[in-house]
């Protein structure tokens, strides 16, 4: 039966005793769900319940609001039993808008409560969750499950109407008022969440009151609601005396790792992003450094590929040091370094030489078996400045057929003054041209006057064919400048030996297949 029409009413609701209940949160991620959840967690241990959670997290960084792929979850089973698992079927599903109604309504219990939060059930929240009208106008959503319709946003910001928040910071209280309201549905204490409030909020008294108005509005609202028939009790499990920790599958993972290190002896460098769930690992092995653990905060892919190029890049820098006249081949010390061959050595590397975008592009371009031929990072350094001339790529390392394709990925900003690609169109089409050695490397033009600078953003990708010639300019800046370049070949591209050996390029360990012959 769907209501959604609030009355006062005085006398005291019926409370009926459960054994267990299995409650589920659900909204977009910036909607608090993960907070609710782990709040309500700890209100029910507080109250001597037994409990097993599941939360649950977008796998899109940044998702679009409103979006299916967005919604975020904090599912939690607690008991007077024994509990072993976060639960199957819902007993109660809260949705903070149309998409984690869609998303999650499938698990909700015939008969079980649904909580919706009907102001953001507008058009554009409809058509972004998929909806072709508004299902809580349907009869049979309200048939099937006991259907309250709680208006969380327009209530809470009543209950700030005075306070100096603006409409933005008062929305995102409404959490609180779902937490306090499913409090008082399985009469949960709001001790635990009120201190909880008082240090989350700490250094923002106004955030302190709005939260805890908030929290105490929605619990209110159950208690006088007419909507609300009855409320939940679960007693109190048997448990053993003792002292108990809350483990979380996060924690249990960063504890694993620190026993890694501590019975292998050997260092692990744990980098993530900084979102939910890598944030809590990250929190807690930064807590335990004295067990052979390194943090690292990496805020995006391109900070994680950096950080696992820079200390390879750092000891071919050294090596370079040391040889007369600081030279190594193409590498000059405080001008340029190349380090080759290292996606073997990083599984980070691994992973992004066969990342998705990159196969997009190599199919598009290649066709359905590819495999990795060549990766290597150019750092151009700052003492001395120094160009690289045109080339072309099929200059250095004449393989069959002649044409692969070159993925210049810088890892800082590039332009004209830090050392850019430039790319002398059309020239491709004459194939390998003839090249002759110079003090700085192999050179195939000596000017090119309709070159084209290509410039670009860190994690951008320019493309072009291994017989583009191309050059880079000095580094006129104070930061070293960062690329890794990846190449790709068919499957069967080989190097022909002056002797008349062919080399087939593939190396299982650095000339991998990241298209396998199959259609993407």
């Known amino acids: 039966m769907s209501e959604s029409v609030a009355a006062t009413r005085t006398a005291p609701k019926p409370r009926r005793t459960l054994t267990r209940a299995v409650i589920r949160f659900a909204g977009d991620s910036g909607d608090g769900m993960q907070v609710t959840g782990e709040q309500f967690t700890t209100e029910a241990a507080w109250a001597g ?78 058509d972004k969750a998929g909806y072709a009208g508004n299902p809580l106008e349907d009869a049979a959503l309200g048939e099937k499950y006991r259907l309250h319709m709680v208006d969380m946003e327009g209530l809470t910001k009543k209950a700030l109407e005075d306070m100096p928040l603006n409409a933005k910071e008062k ?16 009469t949960r204490p709001l001790e635990p969440t009120l201190d909880a409030i008082k240090k989350r909020f700490a250094k923002r008294p106004d955030f302190v009151e709005a939260n805890i108005r908030a929290l105490k509005a929605g619990h209110a ?21 003792g002292i108990y920790r ?69 000891a071919t820098d050294d090596y ?64 001395v400045p120094q160009e690289f001339p045109w080339h072309q790529d099929n200059g250095y390392t004449f393989i069959e057929p002649q044409q692969y394709l070159t993925l210049w990925i810088p890892l800082v900003d590039v332009d004209e003054e830090n050392g850019c690609p430039w790319i002398a169109p059309g020239l491709h089409k004459l194939g390998t ?16 006057p309709d070159a084209v600078a290509a410039p ?9 064919s291994s017989l583009a010639p191309h050059r880079t300019g000095p580094n006129l800046t104070d930061q070293v400048r960062k690329a890794y370049i990846l190449q790709y070949a068919p499957e069967g591209a080989y190097v022909k ?10 190396d299982p360990a650095r000339q991998f297949r990241i298209l396998d012959g199959e259609p993407t």
Request: glycine letters at 6%; charged letters at 20%.
């Open 456 to 464: 670009a953003r860190a994690g951008d990708i320019v493309v072009f």
């Open 320 to 383: 370079v040091r040391e040889k007369k006249g600081g030279r190594h081949f193409l590498s000059t010390t405080g001008a340029i370094t190349f380090t080759a061959h290292i996606v073997s050595k990083s599984p980070v590397l691994t992973a992004f030489a066969a990342h998705p975008a990159i196969k997009d592009i190599c199919h598009d371009l290649i066709g359905d078996d590819v495999r990795l031929y060549w990766d290597q990072s150019v750092y151009k350094k700052t003492q």
């Open 221 to 241: 609202f159950g208690e006088t609601a007419e909507m609300f028939a009855e409320h939940y009790g679960v007693e109190p499990a048997e448990m053993a005396p």
């Open 433 to 448: 041209l003839e090249h002759w050695v110079s003090d700085i490397g192999l050179v195939c033009l000596k000017d090119a």
């Open 497 to 506: 030996l002056p002797d008349g050996t062919v080399v087939t390029q593939d």
């Open 49 to 126: 319940n037994d409990i097993s959670t599941l939360p649950n997290f977008p796998a899109e960084i940044r998702a679009p609001a409103g979006t299916l792929f967005g919604v975020s979850s904090f599912q939690l089973q607690f008991g007077s039993q024994r509990v072993y698992t976060p639960g199957d079927q819902l007993d109660a599903l809260v949705v903070m808008n149309p998409a984690a109604l869609k998303v999650h309504l499938r698990d909700l219990k015939t008969g079980g409560i649904l909580i919706v939060n009907p102001t953001a059930f507008d058009k554009r929240n409809l």
């Open 171 to 186: 929305d995102r209280c409404k959490n609180f008022f779902a937490l306090g309201l499913v409090s008082w549905v399985y």
């Open 246 to 314: 809350s483990m979380t599958g996060n924690r249990a993972l960063a504890w694993g790792l620190l026993a890694a290190a501590e019975r292998t002896q050997v260092p692990v460098v744990f980098g993530a992003y900084p979102i939910t769930p890598a944030s809590d690992i990250l929190h807690e092995l930064a807590l335990h450094k004295r067990f052979r653990i390194r943090t690292f905060q990496a805020e995006d892919e391109i900070a994680a590929v950096t950080a696992a190029i820079d200390p390879l890049e750092k």
